[in-house]
Nanobody
Framework: VHLVESGGGLAQPGGSLGLSCAAS????????MGWYRQVPGKQRELVAT???????DYADSVKGRATISRDNSENTVYLQMASLKPEDTGVYYC?????????????WGQGTQVTVSS
């Protein structure tokens, strides 16, 4: 499975942004997908996840400001964030949880930088 993120960049505090992550390869065995973010010196942290059936989960820090969605027909997961804060700055990574009879594990994208600053 290969994941390619797009979107991100520089955004103003209080503004919004959208990220997308396109999966290719053996996508039929992708289970959950999600977004994580990381800042220098800190561990990668969960932002939001979505199951194949559309069940979602959000970090407390983004609840009410983030929306994760998924298009299974296009193997793409999206993240929309509003009311951005400087602490939303970080490298955002897409993750796909994979499960098949021969392999189970996580695949990660290369990451996309999000900077929230005036």
């Amino acid at each position: 499975v290969h994941l390619v993120e797009s979107g991100g960049g520089l955004a103003q505090p209080g503004g919004s942004l959208g990220l997308s992550c396109a999966a290719s390869g053996d996508t039929v065995n992708i289970i959950d997908m999600g977004w994580y973010r990381q800042v220098p010196g800190k561990q990668r942290e969960l932002v939001a996840t979505i199951s194949r059936g559309g069940n979602t989960d959000y970090a407390d820090s983004v609840k009410g400001r983030a929306t994760i969605s998924r298009d299974n027909s296009e193997n793409t997961v999206y993240l929309q964030m509003a009311s951005l804060k400087p602490e939303d700055t970080g490298v955002y990574y897409c993750k796909a949880e994979y499960g098949s009879t021969w392999y189970s594990g996580d695949f990660w994208g290369q990451g996309t930088q999000v900077t929230v600053s005036s």
